[in-house]
């Protein structure tokens, strides 16, 4: 139910943005999510927006990274400039749902975004 695109090779200093775009019960979506995965590290909260358009951003992207979404596509979009060789990792994008009292999510597959230095 999410599709992600926009990963790829980039140099320090360069840009990517990220999309993902989500099918199905979109309507029962409140947030939408960013994560990544360094080789060896657990998966981490990057950005996040919420269906009143609220965002949160990781520390160590603020500045740098813009999460967006276009409720007339369902997607969600990170665009991500400065990139750094720490930003290398596999993102993923995340939704949360709301079915009555009942919370989910549902995980994209990953796409990598390489960063060189």
């Known amino acids: 139910q999410l599709q992600a695109s926009g990963g790829g090779l980039v140099q320090a200093g360069g840009s990517l943005r990220l999309s993902c775009a989500a099918s199905g019960s979109t309507r029962s979506i409140f947030a939408l999510r960013w994560y990544r995965q360094a080789p060896g590290e657990q998966r981490d909260l990057v950005a996040a927006i919420t269906s009143g358009g609220n965002t949160h951003y990781k520390d160590s992207v603020k500045g740098r990274f813009t999460i967006s979404r276009d409720n007339a596509k369902n997607t969600v979009y990170l665009q991500m400039n400065s990139l750094k060789p720490e930003d290398t990792a596999v993102y993923y994008c995340?939704?949360?749902?709301?079915?009555?009292?009942?919370?989910?999510?549902?995980w994209g597959q990953g796409t990598l975004v390489t960063v060189s230095s």
């Open positions: 995340n939704a949360g749902y709301i079915f009555g009292t009942t919370i989910a999510d549902s």
